[in-house]
């Protein structure tokens, strides 16, 4: 039975979403973040920090170790509150790295330690050109052209990482545009790929005990990438917000 949850990202715009749901389910929390500060935020609401850099590949896995998790979650990112499209160019490199790099660092932590569920973050506009609507079988665009090449080459790092380790049930959430509370979004550019950030918060807590390994589009419509896999296998609501339930 699953009981302790190794949440990378937890004060991250999902994982603020994430961490209450987990510990409302039942399930410890360790919480990874970079800051003091936020640290003392998530012991406030009951989740166990961990001060840590995903490229700290030491000291990570001294943090996994110490958790013992049975799952990991992966929400990392490095995107500033509120980052506009025109300056996301100056954070391609960095989300890549995180994907890539870091990805590695944690597979690598979660094997040591016997983790046999990976929950990933993924993004659902990496998907090579085509007509109609995207589905998971889908390829993704790796020859792409820059910057979009960076961003595409992170996503397959970061999937095959997960996928491809033997033992390891990797679920990779492909979520559209954030938007909501955190995220300083309140509409995304592409309102036809779009989730709520709460509803791509209780996907990953519905991923971790529900749905095979694989990967699951996460978007409020099919009208840009099909989600209905989500719904089927993990009992995904694109409708759930969190203040609904207070």
Do not use: C
Request: charged share 20%; hydrophobic share 45%.
């Amino acid at each position: 039975m699953i009981r302790k949850i190794f949440l990378a990202g937890a004060s991250g715009a999902v994982g603020k979403r994430l961490a209450p749901l987990l510990l409302e389910a039942g399930y410890a929390v360790t919480g990874t973040t970079r800051s003091a500060e936020k640290a003392a935020s998530l012991r406030q609401i009951g989740v166990e920090p961990a001060i840590v850099d995903v490229f700290d590949a030491e000291k990570l896995a001294a943090a996994v170790v110490e958790s013992q998790p049975d799952v990991v979650i992966h929400q990392l990112t490095d995107l500033p509150y509120g980052v506009s499209p025109a300056a996301m160019k100056d954070f391609i490199g960095r989300n890549a790295r995180i994907r890539s790099e870091g990805t590695a660092n944690l597979v690598r932590a979660a094997k040591a330690v016997g983790v046999r569920r990976m929950i990933v973050q993924s993004i659902a506009w990496a998907y090579a050109p085509k007509a109609g609507v995207f589905v998971e079988t889908d390829p993704l665009d790796l020859h792409a052209e820059e910057p979009r090449a960076t961003t595409v080459g992170g996503v397959a790092a970061m999937e095959q990482a997960v996928l491809r380790e033997p033992g390891m049930d990797g679920i990779v959430l492909r979520y559209g545009f954030l938007y909501g509370p955190g995220t300083g979004v309140d509409m995304p550019a592409n309102p036809d790929l779009r989730v709520h950030v709460d509803a791509a918060a209780v996907a990953a807590l519905k991923a971790v005990e529900r749905g095979a390994g694989g990967i699951y589009n996460v978007t409020e419509t099919d009208v840009v990438a099909n989600s209905g896999k989500a719904r089927d296998a993990l009992g995904w609501d694109a409708a759930f917000r969190i203040n609904d339930r207070q």
